[in-house]
């Protein structure tokens, strides 16, 4: 379930929602609340109240009510909701109306504060009837062979040119965001390092046979460098199967408060987790892990279930 939708149902439950940055909802403890398909569901929703107040922190109940609901640890059940919140106040500070499914629709007013209307969002009046037909102005009149014609025929074959030119300017778009999303694909299966290797051919020996590694430099938000994954040869008595190291990629994100906040978060509970950033726009968060080749589906499950609390896998292994 949403962000949005487990505000709404501890509103439900609780009678009140202190949302951080916005206010407090209440319902009165004399109203019943119905269910959704109760045909006076819409009259009960105009019974929700809200009171602006300057709430810093989200209520300690709320976090466990998330948490439970999505099976996240509390770290990231935190991190959803102020995603959320950051969200509904950006679109609250550039005007827009923001509507809150089964509470009602804020927006700011003129003075700053924020106006509530409880309920299902208003939608624009149609009139039943046809406005009156204001009179042409002598200039749009023209005259053919003694048949009168306005510039309304030419009004529509400018709609129709500009709805095709529209309808080209947006296939054109969808091809080039497809290429895009095909290279930002590609690149990010390679390599975040940056690599450097300066060689002398006159100095240093040929080492075209031979695999040199390759210096990695430190990313400027990981605390340590991370050099590549180099096997663990194994016992020729025992005949262990060797241990490799892999990188398990949790998460990757363009926002950077967010990369920051779940990494500050998990740093002290996992050892050799690191966050670094691939670009300018992207961030990612990563463990290195010793394991069989056989066991990576498994490492990736219970990392999986550690960090996301779901069974959709969000977890991948970078090469």
């Known amino acids: 379930m949403k962000i949005s939708g487990l505000l709404t149902s501890f509103l439900y439950q609780n009678r009140k929602l202190n949302i951080p940055g916005i206010g407090q909802f209440t319902i009165p403890e004399t109203v019943a609340i119905p269910e959704p398909e109760d045909k006076n569901f819409a009259e009960f929703l105009q019974y929700v109240q809200f009171t602006p107040k300057n709430i810093l922190q989200p209520d300690t109940d709320l976090i466990d009510y998330i948490r439970k609901e999505t099976g996240k640890i509390k770290p990231l059940a935190e991190s959803d909701l102020e995603s959320y919140l950051a969200d509904c106040k950006s679109l609250l500070n550039i005007g827009k109306p923001l509507f809150l499914e089964g509470i009602g629709t804020l927006q700011k007013n003129k003075i700053g504060g924020l106006d509530f209307l409880a309920g299902q969002p208003l939608m624009e009046r149609v009139e039943s009837h046809e406005p009156e037909k204001a009179a042409p102005k002598h200039g749009d009149r023209k005259f053919l062979y003694n048949n009168e014609y306005t510039n309304q025929s030419?009004?529509?074959?400018?709609?129709?040119?500009?709805?095709?030119?529209?309808?080209?300017?947006?296939?054109?778009?969808?091809?080039?965001?497809?290429?895009?999303?095909?290279?930002?694909?590609?690149?990010?299966?390679?390599?975040?390092?940056?690599?450097?290797?300066?060689?002398?051919?006159?100095?240093?020996?040929?080492?075209?046979?031979?695999?040199?590694?390759?210096?990695?430099?430190?990313?400027?938000?990981?605390?340590?460098?991370?050099?590549?994954?180099?096997?663990?040869?194994?016992?020729?008595?025992?005949?262990?199967?060797?241990?490799?190291?892999?990188?398990?990629?949790l998460q990757t994100t363009s926002k950077r408060y967010i990369a920051d906040s779940n990494y500050n978060k998990i740093k002290n509970s996992i050892p050799d987790v690191h966050l670094v950033s691939k670009d300018s726009s992207t961030y990612q968060i990563y463990v290195i892990k010793k394991c069989l080749p056989s066991d990576t589906t498994k490492e990736k499950t219970n990392l999986n279930n550690w960090y996301w609390g779901r069974k959709e896998m969000r977890v991948r292994i970078e090469l």
Do not use: C, M
């Open 154 to 249: 030419n009004q529509g074959g400018n709609l129709r040119k500009l709805l095709i030119v529209g309808g080209a300017l947006f296939g054109l778009a969808v091809v080039v965001w497809g290429g895009y999303l095909l290279y930002a694909r590609n690149v990010n299966q390679t390599d975040n390092t940056i690599v450097t290797s300066v060689t002398n051919p006159e100095t240093e020996p040929d080492t075209t046979n031979t695999q040199q590694p390759p210096v990695i430099l430190p990313d400027s938000l990981a605390k340590d460098s991370i050099k590549p994954a180099t096997p663990v040869l194994p016992d020729s008595t025992s005949g262990q199967s060797p241990l490799v190291s892999y990188k398990f990629i």
